[in-house]
């Protein structure tokens, strides 16, 4: 997250733009920015299936999580257009590739979330683990999946807070993953809901850096007008 004051983002910019998008394109974006969040935030490790990761980033999108962390060991994940359908245009995604050293990418994934002073919880169906009505929404919450056969890493558990599970009553063993990552979400944004969480919704620079950033997306060669904007300063 973005320390600084409002004085580094170009409001000049944000203004110029803001003329080639709709005025119902602006209020549902408004509405949206109301409601992000980085109090909660999702870790994915070493996704197998494109799909699957791509549907979660869908998931995140709807629960109004903005950052998404992915922890590529072994491969590069590529967004699935089709899953999404448009929601990866909206978070932030940190990526952590280091196919060499793998065990770094956990590494690296895990200290910046700490020095932003999350605690993370590796999500399990082990029944002995701690269940998810147990997390306190008042903490900030990093929460990580592992892949589709072998769950989280070795490296995620030692390294995690804590390992949790969803109670279940049947005989699958599990829920495939963007359904995992409901649950969870759900039940930490609704629990969110019954308190009063400081620094809960972004700031005002975040939502600034965010603006620009969205508008620079969906408006039609945003590059040029950019230009434009900027030759005209001059």
């Known amino acids: 997250m973005n320390k600084e004051g409002l004085d580094h983002i170009d409001q000049g910019l944000i203004d110029y733009l803001a ?137 995620v558990k030692n390294a995690a807070d804590g390992l949790v599970h969803i109670p279940m009553r049947g005989f699958t063993e599990s829920f495939n993953i963007s359904v995992a990552a409901s649950l969870f979400l759900q039940n930490l944004v609704q629990k969110a809901s019954d308190y009063v969480i400081p620094d809960y919704n972004l700031t005002e620079v975040e939502k600034q850096e965010l603006r620009l950033t969205w508008y620079r997306s969906i408006v039609k060669n945003s590059d040029i007008h950019e230009k434009k904007y900027r030759d005209g300063k001059e």
């Open 19 to 155: 003329q080639y998008i709709t005025a119902h394109k602006m209020q549902v974006m408004e509405k949206v920015l109301a409601q992000r969040t980085r109090h909660f935030t999702v870790v994915l490790e070493n996704i197998y299936k494109p799909h699957n990761a791509s549907a979660v980033l869908r998931t995140c999108d709807c629960f109004g999580i903005q950052d998404v962390h992915i922890i590529e060991k072994t491969r590069e994940y590529k967004v699935n257009p089709f899953v999404t359908r448009g929601a990866s245009q909206w978070l932030t995604l940190h990526k952590y590739f280091q196919p060499e050293e793998p065990e770094n990418a956990v590494i690296n994934c895990f200290s910046s979330l700490k020095s932003n002073g999350f605690k993370i919880y590796g999500t399990s169906p082990d029944p002995q683990t701690r269940p998810i009505q147990d997390l306190d929404p008042n903490e900030k919450i990093a929460l990580v999946f592992g892949n589709e056969h072998e769950g989280i890493s070795n490296e």
